[in-house]
């Protein structure tokens, strides 16, 4: 799970973690309220939204204005700046070109910026280990820095039992170049970060730009932190902070199913039972020519309503032009997955071809439930049947 920059901020600041003051605001008149609170003389007017890229990004109602990260001075300005980003949208690099509506911003106080450094902690998959990635190319994508310039970045995996100690943070602060008291200032920084990394769950904290001020403090200008979501139950306040605006509306109803649903790009829907078999589905329509439409894990054990559900939400996708179901009857049984189908294509009466692939426990009758049923299903042997069946129906109907 994602959360807002304001809201990575508030969290981290919890642990100790220096951020600039500011408050959040839903309205022109409420960003002037928190503006005249900090009292200046330099304001920094930022728009939240799930995606990074927002300084460089560029508003449709705007083209050629400025970014959704501005620095004002003056409380009118704030306001009037506030009322070109609210209910606008926002295209950068990483919302992709139909952008994000913004509906909160963030004010706070401007910072006297002497270095932009990079600072961000994850769980590297190959160390199995949560990394501490520093780097002197503040404001520039970790990404591209990597990339160009490897040397560039110092990486620290560290021992989950011994945890994050005060040499590996000196190392950070000697990696960036800190002297004198900004090194004190960065260590208690890159302590109290992992303590929160730990605590709260992360699994991605990121500060871009770590700035150094002209009085030496080290603080978080940006912050970006998502959270393991299979750990959320133990941080109800962490929970809290979703904001479903920023989430695709298909994912979110089929995460009130249980179901695991991801939307893809192609015009073949697919409902299956497990994530492996998932996977291998998806390969095999790949290698019949077709593009799958999503990523559809119906659990293992199904019930008629959540097939119903399931159904639901591959049809609301508009690209979809056939479904193939591809479920193995394991624990469930094929007549019981056999009888949801069925019903769920009576209640959406469904339009589009629709080929099932039944394997396992009661299979026999699951078919005859499907052959007695009267609905136009194209029922297949095995999964490159269904696979072939579902591609050419597909190019039929289109
Ligand atoms: P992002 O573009 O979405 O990553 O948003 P950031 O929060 O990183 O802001 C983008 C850039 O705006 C930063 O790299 C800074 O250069 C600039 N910026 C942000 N806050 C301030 C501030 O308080 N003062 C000044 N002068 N610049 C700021
Ligand atoms: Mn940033």
Redesign the pocket.
Same mark, same amino acid.
């Given at each position: 799970m994602n959360i807002h920059?304001y809201q990575a901020k508030q969290l981290l600041a919890k642990f100790g973690v220096a951020v600039?003051r500011g408050g959040v605001a839903y309205t022109p008149d409420e960003a002037a309220e928190v503006a005249k609170g900090l009292g200046g003389p /330099?304001y %920094?007017v930022?728009?939240q939204i799930h995606?990074?890229?927002?300084?460089?990004?560029r508003f449709t109602s705007d083209p050629d204005g400025k970014?959704? /990260?501005r %620095?004002v001075k003056s409380v009118d300005d704030v306001k009037t700046n506030a009322a070109a980003m609210l209910g606008h949208t926002l295209v950068?690099k990483q919302t992709g070109p139909a952008g994000k509506e913004v509906k909160r911003l963030y004010i706070?106080?401007?910072?006297?910026?002497k270095r932009?450094l990079y600072l961000g902690m994850l769980i590297d998959r190959a160390s199995s280990r949560v990394t501490v990635m520093a780097s002197t190319e503040?404001?520039m994508e970790i990404e591209e820095v990597a990339h160009d310039h490897p040397e560039k970045i110092l990486k620290l995996a560290i021992d989950p039992v011994a945890g994050l100690q005060a040499h590996h943070a000196r190392r950070v602060a000697f990696a960036l170049g800190l002297e004198g008291k900004q090194v004190g200032a960065c260590v208690k920084f890159v302590l109290a970060m992992y303590e929160a990394f730990i605590a709260l769950d992360a699994s991605i904290v990121e500060i871009?730009?770590l700035?150094i001020t002209g009085a030496g403090d080290v603080i978080a200008?940006?912050a970006k932190m998502n959270f393991d979501d299979n750990a959320l139950f133990r941080h109800k306040d962490v929970a809290e902070l979703r904001d479903e605006d920023e989430e695709d509306p298909l994912e979110i109803e089929a995460g009130r199913h249980e179901l695991n649903y991801v939307k893809l790009d192609g015009n073949i829907g697919c409902m299956v039972n497990g994530a492996g078999l998932a996977m291998a589905t998806m390969d095999i329509i790949k290698l019949y020519g077709g593009e799958p439409a999503n990523f559809l894990d119906v659990g293992g054990g199904a019930t008629k309503e959540r097939v119903t559900a399931a159904f639901k939400i591959i049809l609301a996708d508009k690209n979809v032009g056939g479904i193939l179901v591809n479920i193995f009857g394991g624990i469930m049984r094929c007549d019981v997955i056999a009888e949801g189908v069925v019903a769920a294509a009576r209640e959406v009466s469904l339009h589009v071809p629709l080929v099932v692939r039944l394997e396992g426990t009661n299979v026999d009758l699951g078919k005859k439930i499907l052959a007695e049923s009267g609905l136009p299903i194209l029922s297949a042997n095995n999964l490159a049947d269904a696979a072939e069946k579902v591609v050419k129906a597909v190019k039929e109907a289109a």
């Open positions: 920059e600039p /330099v %920094v930022k728009s995606a990074g890229g927002r300084g460089a990004g970014g959704g /990260v %620095v950068t706070e106080e401007g910072a006297d910026i932009e503040g404001g871009n730009p700035v200008l940006d």
